[in-house]
């Protein structure tokens, strides 16, 4: 469906088909399923559990190395081939070269440190050897070094340009800059994106969002009008799409169809991300999957690997249920996993599957994820290599992660649960708005002072304090008298020309400032001050969740209409695509705006749990596609 290949039909609906028999063989001799798949390497994907061709040998292998016939119990189950003890020499044979020769490649740079500390200390013995030297002699010897260095030092610092010194000063240097250099941070460049676009079979306008409704038969008439209403207020236009096993008729949503639409989305942005880039699959170092709601076995990451035949050594991660950031954790974690890796190319996958999480009840707080959540993906690809610096569109800069979860109002705002009538779906709380931006608040206290500049900071901080000294709300250890002097302190400051305007938004001055107070009252305070993230970031990629969410973020942080363009823009043309949706707001300001060198671009995002992380990207040139 849209545009798959058939190659793929059968890895989607093995399930579906039956498994293959072998051909019976006499006893002594050979099969020749057995042989013909042993005498393929297994890193070409032509292994006897590898490919769509052999699904029927897939299908029969268990975890544990043993194949099971179409019919019987477990106990006529038969040991595989390689695990017979008289086929031991064939599976040696099968061993790869280049699995050995990235395993000495490891194993190498992980001793090389040791290597050089043992030449060194080889080569003194020898050095120590060849000069005959007792022992009293290199106790003597150690301790003239010692004394040396000492004077050295005293007469560098004394200003004494002594020989000893600058040589003793110069070896400091070179120990303080190797370590400098071992503990330097390993940058994450952002090689490129891509965002899958489904096709046009999959398009789901007003009327057949509404004809699909009523085609699954299990929708109430009330249902069916609070659909209708939440998916006129929600901006989402008539392109959006949805998956095949929905567009079907009659829908088959089951896990073939979930499968189905995992690989089609997934596997079409992946393959662009590298025909753009010009990357072979066996590149790829690490993986990492995020998808929220569909958790199969084997999972999704394994999925890709398996698609586009990558090495045997790739790590993998599938993440689940942690809702539209997990995006934003995927590449925390790539950032995690590089920086004991060096020369790492990783690929992040994010998507969600609508397919078995289409809520088919009719508790209204479980319905709206029906209306808003439609069908995407994007494919990133991050790698920690400097010379990758030259070709890479991106560098992160910062990722700060906040958790509510310790608040339970927080921890069930998006939970999924089954409702009186026991059908499974997402459950949104009338309080996500508050928890959203309690998370918001919490993420954003910990990024300003990494990126806003000195100025919006010090506004903020005196901002702080003086709302604090006016309200009387100091800490306990201060006594009362000091925190009624300094009321009074700060009072003559805002009273002071100039002063005034530059703490405006602080506090209102009483109607005498000279009046003595005892607890602050008579002072009118203002709001707190909220620093202009505009002054830190050029572009913003607030997470598509849904208008409300983009209508209380764009008041709250006092952004313009072309700072939420991109959000809109991406909620209106695909609808909330969950974790992906950051990197389809990230393509619309590249393609429509442009990014210059240097300029920043924030992206953020929300997820269950209750979840707030941010990115921030740097642009290592010019960006526009």
């Known amino acids: 469906v849209g545009g798959a290949r058939s190659g793929d039909a059968g890895a989607l609906q093995g399930s579906s088909m039956p498994p293959r028999r072998r051909a019976a063989t006499p006893k002594g ?158 940058p994450t460049y952002l090689i490129d994106f891509t965002t899958f676009t489904p096709p046009d079979s999959l398009r789901v306008t007003s009327d057949v969002f509404l004809e699909r409704s009523k085609a699954c038969g299990k929708f109430s008439d009330e249902s069916i009008e609070f659909q209708e209403k939440i998916l006129k207020s929600s901006t989402l236009c008539e392109e959006t799409y949805f998956p095949p096993g929905i567009m079907r008729n009659p829908m088959t949503l089951n896990m073939d169809s979930a499968r189905e639409e995992a690989m089609l989305v997934m596997g079409g942005s992946v393959e662009e991300l590298f025909r753009k880039t010009g990357t072979s699959p066996k590149a790829i170092d690490v993986v990492v999957v995020n998808c929220s709601l569909f958790c199969p076995t084997p999972s999704l990451a394994s999925m890709l690997v398996n698609k586009f035949k990558m090495r045997s050594d790739v790590l993998h991660y599938s993440l689940g249920g942690m809702g539209c950031s997990a995006g934003l954790i995927s590449v925390d974690l790539v950032e995690r996993v590089m920086a004991s890796r060096p020369n790492t190319t990783a690929l992040v996958v994010s998507t969600e599957n609508i397919t078995l999480n289409w809520y088919r009840g009719n508790q209204k707080s479980m319905l709206i994820s029906n209306c808003l959540f439609r069908c995407g993906a994007a494919a990133v690809l991050l790698s920690n290599k400097r010379r990758d610096a030259g070709r890479a569109k991106f560098r992160l800069k910062h990722l700060v992660r906040t958790h509510q979860g310790a608040k339970q109002e927080a921890y069930e705002s998006v939970y999924q649960v089954e409702d009186d009538k026991q059908v499974l779906g997402v459950r949104l709380s009338r309080k996500i708005m508050q928890v959203a931006g309690d998370a918001l608040r919490s993420n954003m206290t910990r990024l300003g002072p990494l990126v806003l500049p000195v100025t919006e900071q010090a506004i903020f901080v005196f901002n702080l304090i003086s709302r604090k000294v006016l309200q009387g709300k100091l800490p306990k250890p201060i006594p009362r008298v000091v925190g009624v002097v300094l009321q009074r302190m700060l009072l003559l400051a805002l009273a002071t020309p100039g002063v005034g305007h530059f703490v405006r938004a602080t506090a209102q001055l009483p109607p005498d400032a000279g009046k003595p107070l005892e607890d602050g009252s008579g002072v009118e305070v203002g709001k707190p001050y909220v620093p202009d993230f505009r002054k830190a970031f050029n572009y913003f990629c607030i997470h598509a969740g849904g208008r409300a969410v983009l209508d209380a973020i764009e008041n709250n942080l006092q952004l313009t209409a072309r700072d939420m363009e991109p959000s809109r823009a991406t909620l209106a043309r695909m609808g909330n695509t969950s974790s992906s949706s950051v990197w389809y707001e990230m393509d619309y300001i590249r393609r429509n705006f442009g990014v210059k060198r240097g300029e920043r671009v924030w992206q953020i995002a929300f997820g269950s749990g209750f979840l707030c992380n941010s990115a921030v990207w740097e642009a290592m040139r010019t960006v526009t596609d």
């Open 29 to 186: 001799k050979r099969g020749s399923t057995h042989d013909t798949s042993r005498s393929r390497s297994p890193g070409r994907g032509r292994g006897a559990a590898a490919t769509n061709g052999h699904r029927g040998d897939a299908a029969g292998a268990t975890s544990n190395g043993v194949h099971d016939d179409d019919e019987g119990d477990a106990s006529e189950m038969r040991p595989s081939v390689w695990a017979q003890k008289d086929r031991s020499k064939d599976f040696a044979q099968g061993v790869r070269k280049s699995d050995i020769q990235r395993g000495l490649v490891a194993e190498l740079r992980s001793g090389v440190a040791w290597v050089v500390l043992a030449s060194l200390v080889v080569y003194g013995g020898v050095v120590v050897w060849r000069a005959q030297m007792s022992y009293d002699d290199v106790i003597e010897a150690v301790r003239v070094f010692g004394d040396t260095a000492y004077a050295a030092v005293h007469d560098f610092a004394a200003g004494a340009a002594t020989q000893p010194g600058v040589i003793v000063f110069l070896l400091l240097a070179v120990v303080a800059a190797t370590a400098l250099f071992a503990r330097r941070e390993r």
